[in-house]
């Protein structure tokens, strides 16, 4: 079975920094593409930032390029978003993702919440 687990969310003053991070368990991250996703209460899940699989090609939304960076650590089987100059903007529930063979997997989400 197939299982993300998100963590890393809390409450930081604006302008402040956050580590998010998504462990696997049932498969190999380094074999996907991985995203990270948000949401706000009662709005669409937005994607924020996505890695590629094998050359770890990045992107980014654009109000987000510049302060958060996406990474995968083989070896934790994980994929990290560092966030840096928070904004109260990025207020949402933060849910890493991946794809494997046409099932979607989202892990279950960590609030963030940056306050003015």
């Known amino acids: 079975e197939v299982q993300l687990q998100a963590s890393g969310g809390g409450l930081v003053q604006a302008g402040g920094s956050l580590r998010l991070s998504c462990t696997a368990s049932g498969i190999n991250l380094d074999d996907y593409a991985l995203g990270w996703a948000r949401q706000d209460p009662g709005k669409e899940r937005d994607w924020v930032s996505c890695?590629?699989?094998?050359?770890?090609?990045?992107w980014y939304v654009k109000n987000v390029k510049g302060r958060f960076t996406i990474s995968r650590d083989t070896s934790q089987n994980a994929v990290y978003l560092q966030m840096n100059r928070l904004k109260p903007d990025d207020t949402a529930v933060y849910s890493c993702?991946?794809?494997?063979?046409?099932?979607?997997?989202w892990g279950q989400g960590t609030l963030v919440t940056v306050s003015s």
């Open positions: 890695i590629r699989r094998r050359d770890d090609t990045t």
């Open positions: 993702h991946t794809r494997s063979f046409g099932e979607d997997y």
